[in-house]
């Protein structure tokens, strides 16, 4: 009554096609077998940053919606590498689809789950500041310097417009457009609230 199927891999059941009192047959599939331990990811790349892709770079993973798994892996990145890059344009997104393979190791991934991705590309020293202390203003961005002020137990600020680059982890590239004395400080923090102070006093407002 009972006979005994050996799998030709190992993995897990995903679907079940076969029901009790149904006839096996050659072209009729019974199960579905998933083997999650060699996965892959496909990523849209732009076209802009398409000529900064190349087989072989490191990939690193953060799962989109399901931060509390990965804080299981004590915040870490996943890791994988480019194996692969299509020669035409999805659709029309003017975006190609990069294929990753992602080492699966200790994480529970599982197909059709959503992540967000960074691409070695290569390595360049700049210089960088939090994301937080650069503001936009009139359609410029700006960040705040410390200036002198003869009033004790007061701080004043100047605006120092800047140019901004790549943003990752939570800094942003800044290029100047003046230079600053070495060792001046800048506001890393509050400069929304800073610029909205400065508003006030350009408007007369107390």
Do not use: W
Request: include cysteine; glycine fraction near 8%; charge should be negative.
């Amino acid at each position: 009554s009972q006979t005994a199927l050996a799998a030709p891999i190992n993995g897990y059941i995903g679907r079940i096609t076969a029901n009790i009192g149904m006839f096996a047959e050659p072209i009729k599939p019974l199960f579905e077998i998933i083997d999650n331990t060699k996965i892959h990811c496909d990523l849209l790349i732009y076209e802009k940053d398409l000529f900064k892709v190349k087989v072989g770079q490191k990939v690193h993973f953060l799962l989109a919606n399901l931060t509390e798994h990965q804080n299981e892996h004590t915040a870490k990145t996943i890791e994988g590498e480019i194996f692969g890059i299509n020669k035409s344009f999805e659709n029309d997104t003017k975006a190609l689809m990069v294929h990753a393979l992602i080492k699966n190791e200790n994480h529970e991934l599982i197909p059709g789950m959503f992540v967000n991705a960074s691409i070695e590309v290569g390595e360049e020293l700049t210089s960088v500041l939090p994301t937080e202390a650069v503001v936009k203003s009139g359609g410029k961005e700006y960040i705040f310097i410390l200036s002198d002020t003869n009033e004790p137990n007061t701080s004043a600020f100047k605006m120092v417009e800047v140019i901004t680059g790549v943003s990752d982890l939570g800094y942003t590239e800044v290029t100047l457009f003046e230079k600053i004395p070495p060792g001046i400080k800048v506001a890393v923090k509050n400069s929304f609230f800073i610029l909205s102070k400065a508003k006030q006093g350009e408007s007369g407002e107390e």
